[in-house]
């Protein structure tokens, strides 16, 4: 679980934003977002344009009426056998 990890994954927006369906206007708001944030640092505050508050906004409300999905199949024991066979060499019968 990714929320559990010390550590954050590193997030690279420009191909997060590559995989959505965004109008292109948007896309260089977001292009030019980026570079502003490049020039000043991530502590940096700045202005968002009322374009991309008002995607956020979108998105944020789509995610609150999605409702969570089922939870999936728990994989740790064959995830545990495949770590023993592959790295300790030996498998459990």
């Known amino acids: 679980m990714i929320r559990g990890a ?3 994954p ?4 420009q191909e997060l934003v590559a995989g ?3 109008p292109p206007d948007a896309v260089g708001r977001i ?3 980026i570079e502003i944030k490049s020039q000043g640092g991530e ?4 202005r968002r344009p009322p374009e991309i508050d008002a995607l ?4 944020f409300e789509a995610a609150r009426q999605t409702p969570p999905g089922p939870e999936g199949p728990d994989h740790r ?3 545990t056998a495949l770590f023993r066979r592959l790295v ?4 459990e019968a």
């Open 56 to 59: 956020m906004r979108a998105e």
């Open 88 to 91: 300790l060499g030996r498998s």
């Open 31 to 33: 292009a030019e977002l």
């Open 10 to 13: 590193r997030r690279n927006l």
């Open 20 to 22: 959505l369906d965004l």
């Open 77 to 79: 024991e064959e995830a």
């Open 43 to 46: 502590g940096a505050r700045i």
């Open 6 to 8: 010390r550590n954050s």
